[in-house]
């Protein structure tokens, strides 16, 4: 093949140089924070003057991340854990079941990732005052579930609609009632995309500033917010250090998935769930 | 009654007999996605609709009906120039981002190693993972006119000044072009991957360059694909709150901002019409993208 | 014999589409049932009302006498072998035949023992614990087969189970069904579109058609006496043309196709109008075979088609030339003719079927 070359052509030779280059451009934010965390001053500057933990050790001593940070975890498990039951059952319904004007439906249950974020914030802030409950923890939980739902069903109606139907008819022919019938056939079959849509949901939620932002009190941030906020009137490396545990957070988390799902299996399943998202979105 | 043609593969006949019930699985297993649905999304909407109609005079909020402030956005030429300059940054963050993918998501697919090509593709998505705020932070760091960019162009002498890239729209373009990047390498990725190999075979066969094979194959069979991840791109820059909040130092004000600042200040009218532009400028995009598909498709 | 399963005037629609078109028959207790016809037929349908996946829209479906109008697939006396075996990916092969047992709360010992009895019963005993992705499809086949019996089902209920295996495999399985079927005594009731399967394994046979049973039966009488041109058709590889009938009484008729005339046996609806004769390739005889027979002609072989055991002869018959195919046993003791050659084809009086030309409903 003309391809194959033993010298690979200039245009191979620079679709690799610019592959470098951009992988560069999508590392290079997340390296110089890291770096920077570890900076000796208070105010930015390339290459670093000198290097300290003092910036990790002004985080310890910082209880409003620490709280928020808490606080941002068990909102995103209590959201992932309800839209992932309620989104799980709804895309059961629309992939089993003949139901008029389905395609409408699911339509509208995703429509919620086309919306801007902000207008929804706003709007759910406006609502929230109005009936009342601005204050009450399960306006957030409720708010992030919507934010989330979305996601699940995109992912978990894609793998359903793979799923081979004959399994619960064999199950059922077998003396399984339904729900037993779904525990033991269906829920395994979906199992790993029930893990994707709820790691999605996990992050989707812990990343929450716009729809978040006026619904929280100040004494009761989430972290992201908390980390927005303090990046308005700090610049120091404090920020740096937060990020860079975040970071760390984050590499652990793809390494757990890729050994769980097999190497190099999780950017492929990741996609999987942006594409189920995406196709739903033009449509 | 449309409830009764709810059920799984029933006939019309049978529907007397077995399917009086037929619909309620469905219905049940659906109700508290409905129910979470009109709580806080449909009713939060209905009711910044409703606010988008009232007006804000002398500090207060007047709950009278009203289009004034609609036609304050139509007609003040402040507002005029938000909406403007929130579709330009989106314009271009969107032909920025891209530039940038395309090429990526083509070097992902000629990639012949599978390692190489898994190891990018962990490159290229697993930022998503990583909070906007941690990464809108990186690019002020990044861009700080004693930043590393900065540097790295003083010591190769391309420069004498720093280059204010940050804290105006070149950082906040620069950085939303980062965070929407595997937005758009994917769809393209997925477009390239389906695409039949013999089909730039038999190009190839036919005594087309590598040049024709990419202008008169690749490119149009890819077209719909890149579409697509223009049209996220778009339509997630148009939403942008948080990195043009970072990067932007106050001086960039997109209509996201102007929403968060307009509730901020009390003032639930402008803060829901700018909204309602918003939403109108979303639905337009996903509207007209969705026919520039289906026109990249056809061909 | 008692019958297991019966249906009485059995009618399904799917939409305005009549998928299954007033069928009745009865299945006896014990016996190898098959259904058999093209695909979109209607049989798979059958089955699966009976097994109760579809309901039927008009009719009664009784099963071990009982009615099976509101009941649910899982509380049927019957099991079934699917399509494509629906083998649970995420259970070992034990798991697999436990599941049914499972479900019932049998205690962990009996399920144990009455698993390895099926697993012995197809020969998987050593297979107990591997994941049906790594079997193969024989096997994956006596799975889904131990799966269902396992349950002791009154009716066990097979949708074409054998269709994604490999010829060979395919006729070794018919052999085993056959063998498991008489071993364990249940009634099986068969789908298949493969005529040689429902002829291998049944002790009866029905023959559906767009909805209708078209003819029930042995598989010999179904064969050797067809009660219409599709049944003719679709069973064995038989000759059929256009013939005038000359005269018509008491079940036979004279029918003539160009120069060649010869008599055969009717079926209702057969007058002195044009007909269609039916002549199955094997009956034909060619040459010294031929002698002695009632209806012999002058044939010229116009082709030769060799199949190893046997040899196909395209033959023309009188002026205009009749074409028919001529199917002879070939074990090499005598060569084969060539095309070109003239030789002369007969065939016995009871060879000849005939069949009314309008199509008549059955």
């Known amino acids: ?283 | 009654m449309a409830a009764d043609l709810i059920g799984p593969r029933i006939g019309p006949a049978s529907k007397r007999r077995r399917g009086r019930l037929a619909w309620l699985p469905p219905l049940l297993l659906l109700a508290p996605t409905l129910c979470l649905m009109a709580y806080a999304f449909v009713l939060p909407l209905l009711t910044f609709f409703r606010f988008s109609f009232h007006k804000f005079e002398r500090g207060r909020l007047q709950e009278a009906f009203s289009l004034d402030t609609y036609r304050r956005f139509m007609f003040d030429e402040y507002y005029h120039a938000i909406i403007f300059d929130t579709l330009r940054m989106a314009g271009i963050v969107t032909v920025l981002s891209v530039l940038i993918g395309y090429p990526l998501a083509y070097a992902m697919w000629r990639i012949g190693r599978p390692a190489v090509q898994k190891w990018l593709a962990v490159l290229v998505f697993s930022p998503i993972i990583v909070s906007v705020v941690v990464r809108s932070y990186g690019w002020t760091v990044l861009l700080a006119d004693q930043g590393p960019v900065n540097y790295i162009l003083q010591r190769a002498g391309m420069i004498d000044d720093p280059l204010r890239l940050v804290y105006n729209l070149t950082g906040v373009l620069i950085s939303l072009a980062h965070v929407f990047l595997p937005f758009v390498v994917f769809p393209i990725y997925t477009s390239m991957v389906r695409l039949d190999p013999t089909i730039k075979e038999a190009a190839e066969d036919l005594g087309a360059g590598w040049w024709t094979v990419f202008r008169r194959v690749t490119l149009p069979l890819t077209l719909p694909g890149l579409v697509a991840g223009a049209q996220i791109c778009f339509t997630l820059a148009l939403g942008a709150f948080v990195t043009p909040s970072i990067l932007g130092g106050g001086r960039v004000l997109v209509l996201p901002l102007h929403v968060y600042r307009a509730t901020a200040d009390i003032n639930w009218p402008v803060a829901a019409v700018g909204g309602m532009v918003l939403l109108v400028l979303s639905l337009l995009t996903v509207a007209s993208f969705n026919r520039l598909l289906r026109y990249s498709e056809v061909r | 014999m008692s019958a297991d399963v019966e249906l009485v005037n059995v009618t399904k629609y799917f939409g305005d589409f009549k998928a299954v078109d007033d069928i009745t028959f009865s299945v006896d207790s014990g016996s190898f049932f098959s259904l058999l016809g093209p695909s979109g037929c209607g049989k798979s349908t059958t089955l699966r009302m009976a097994s109760g996946f579809e309901h039927p829209d008009q009719g009664e479906l009784r099963i071990a006498g009982l009615d099976m109008r509101n009941v649910s697939p899982y509380r049927r006396p019957t099991n079934m072998v699917f399509q494509r075996w629906a083998l649970f990916p995420h259970m070992s092969v034990f798991e697999n035949v436990a599941f049914g047992l499972k479900v019932e709360r049998l205690a962990g010992q009996e399920i144990r023992r009455r698993v390895g009895e099926l697993l012995e019963l197809v020969g998987l005993q050593e297979f107990a614990q591997r994941k049906p992705g790594q079997l193969s499809g024989g096997q994956m086949q006596r799975v889904a087969l131990a799966r269902a019996l396992v349950k002791r089902p009154k009716v066990l209920l097979l949708d074409e189970p054998l269709g994604a295996l490999d010829l060979k495999l395919r006729l070794q399985m018919q052999l085993e069904l056959k063998r498991i079927q008489q071993d364990v005594g249940t009634t099986f009731i068969y789908v298949t579109h493969d005529q040689g399967e429902a002829m291998t394994m049944s002790d009866r046979i029905a023959i559906m058609n767009e909805g209708r049973i078209e003819q029930m039966g042995t598989p010999q009488e179904i064969y050797d006496r067809p009660g219409s041109r599709f049944v003719a058709a679709f069973i064995g590889n038989t000759n059929l043309f256009d013939v005038e009938v000359e005269e018509v009484a008491d079940g036979r008729a004279v029918v003539r196709a160009g120069e060649i005339r010869f008599a055969g046996n009717t079926t209702p609806g057969v007058a002195l109008a044009p007909a269609q004769a039916s002549i199955r390739y094997e009956l034909i005889r060619i040459g010294a075979a031929s002698e002695g027979l009632p209806n012999r002609f002058e044939a010229r072989v116009r082709d030769v088609i060799f199949s190893g055991s046997s040899v196909q002869y395209v033959l023309q018959l009188g002026n205009p030339p009749l074409e028919v195919l001529a199917e002879v046993h070939y074990d090499g003791s005598q060569p084969l003719l060539s095309a070109g050659q003239v030789v002369t084809a007969g065939w016995s009086d009871q060879a000849a079927r005939l069949f009314p030309t309008a199509s008549v409903p059955a």
């Not at chain 1, 001593?61 to 975890?73: K, L």
């Not at chain 1, 839209?83 to 799980?88: C, M």
């Open chain 1, 1 to 283: 093949m003309r391809t194959r070359n033993r010298i690979p052509p200039l245009r191979h030779l620079l679709l690799a140089l610019f592959s470098v280059l951009a992988g560069l451009f999508i590392v290079s934010p997340l390296a110089v924070v890291v770096l920077n965390s570890f900076s000796s001053v208070a105010y930015n500057v390339f290459p670093p003057e000198g290097y300290s933990l003092r910036w990790y050790r002004n985080l310890a001593g910082q209880d409003a991340f620490y709280g928020a940070a808490v606080r941002s975890v068990v909102l995103a498990l209590v959201a992932t854990s309800v839209s992932l039951v309620v989104g799980t059952m709804a895309a059961y319904a629309l992939v089993r079941y003949r139901i008029p004007g389905s395609d409408m439906v699911k339509a509208f249950l995703l429509s919620p990732i086309v919306m801007p974020k902000i207008v929804l914030g706003v709007a759910l802030f406006m609502f929230f005052v109005e009936v009342g409950s601005l204050n009450s923890y399960w306006s957030l939980v409720v708010t992030h579930a919507v934010v989330t739902l979305p996601f699940v069903i995109a992912i978990l109606s894609a793998s359903l609609v793979s799923f081979d139907w004959t399994l619960q008819e064999a199950a059922m022919d077998l003396g399984a009632g339904p729900l037993y019938t779904f525990f033991r056939v269906v829920l395994p079959q979906i199992s790993v995309s029930m893990i994707v849509a709820a790691v999605f949901s996990f992050i989707i939620s812990f990343d929450q500033v716009e729809t978040t932002v006026f619904l929280v009190r100040p004494s009761s941030n989430t972290l992201p917010i908390e980390m927005f906020l303090y990046l308005q009137k700090w610049q120091d490396p404090t920020i740096a250090a937060l990020s860079t545990v975040l970071i760390g957070f984050a590499i652990v988390l793809v390494v757990i998935l890729t050994v769980l799902f097999g190497k190099g299996a999780l950017p492929t399943r990741l996609a999987a769930g942006q594409k189920a998202a995406q196709k739903e979105e033009s449509s």
